[in-house]
């Protein structure tokens, strides 16, 4: 199985920049991870994805070492509307079906 | 167009009841899941439909039925259910081809079981 492990929480400040790693161990050849985040009574929000070393997007950086068994979310610059619960997800075989399955997630919380 | 519409967002429902939890997407994605989510935990995978067709039932209690009725929809229908099953279901289609899927949830539908 594919299953992702990620910190249970963790707190920041305004203004500072936040790293959550996760790891996946047994990530499939062909799998990207994703990361996803949510607030309450919401649906989770795509954030980024990447295969392997960095990617970039406008709201978040992705960083995946040579051997893909963690990766990295980086939020630069964080504010107090970052407060939310993030997951890294990979994907995973049940027989010849996939599913993408979330684990635990970090709850982050930014404090003014 | 880039939504998952889900109605409604709000749901009560007695244990002898029948209602449906609708999804619609306007996407061309031609994959659809439900998800449940219980307070402070994951969402957990509940149905895959892959091409209209269901590709993975994660071992769900009969009493919830989905239906794909075309490649825009997706309705699940809950009969019977029991207190336990109050939940937040979240609807979500997917974009990209295998291994680099992204998922496009709808805000979800608040059920409670009384």
């Known amino acids: 199985l594919a299953k992702t492990t990620q910190p249970i929480s963790m707190d920041s400040y305004e203004g500072q920049e936040v790293n959550i790693t996760c790891s996946h161990n047994?990530?499939?050849?062909?799998?990207?991870i994703t990361w996803y985040q949510q607030f309450p009574s919401q649906g989770p929000r795509f954030i980024i994805q990447?295969?392997?070393t960095k990617v970039t997007n406008e709201v978040a950086s992705l960083f995946i070492p040579a051997d893909r068994k963690s990766s990295t979310l980086s939020l630069p610059r964080v504010s107090l509307s970052d407060t939310a619960v993030y997951y890294c997800?990979?994907?995973?075989?049940?027989?010849?079906?996939?599913?993408?399955?979330f684990g635990s997630g970090t709850q982050l919380t930014v404090l003014p | 167009d880039t939504e998952v519409t889900q109605t409604p967002k709000h749901l009560v429902m007695g244990m002898t009841n029948k209602k449906s939890l609708k999804c619609e997407q306007h996407?061309?994605?031609?994959?659809m899941y439900w998800y449940k989510q219980k307070a402070k935990k994951p969402p957990e995978l509940m149905f895959v439909?892959?091409?209209?067709?269901?590709?993975i039932n994660e071992s769900v209690p009969s009493r919830f039925s989905p239906e794909c009725p075309n490649s825009s929809l997706l309705n699940l229908h809950l009969h019977a259910l029991q207190p336990e099953d109050s939940a937040l279901y979240l609807c979500?289609?997917?974009?990209?081809?295998?291994?680099?899927?992204?998922?496009?949830f709808g805000s979800g539908t608040q059920l409670s079981v009384l």
């Open positions: 979500a289609s997917s974009q990209g081809s295998w291994g680099n899927e992204k998922l496009f």
């Open positions: 047994n990530i499939a050849t062909n799998d990207y």
């Open positions: 990447g295969y392997k």
């Open positions: 997800l990979v994907g995973d075989m049940m027989g010849s079906a996939r599913q993408l399955t």
């Open positions: 996407m061309g994605h031609r994959a």
């Open positions: 439909y892959s091409y209209e067709k269901l590709s």
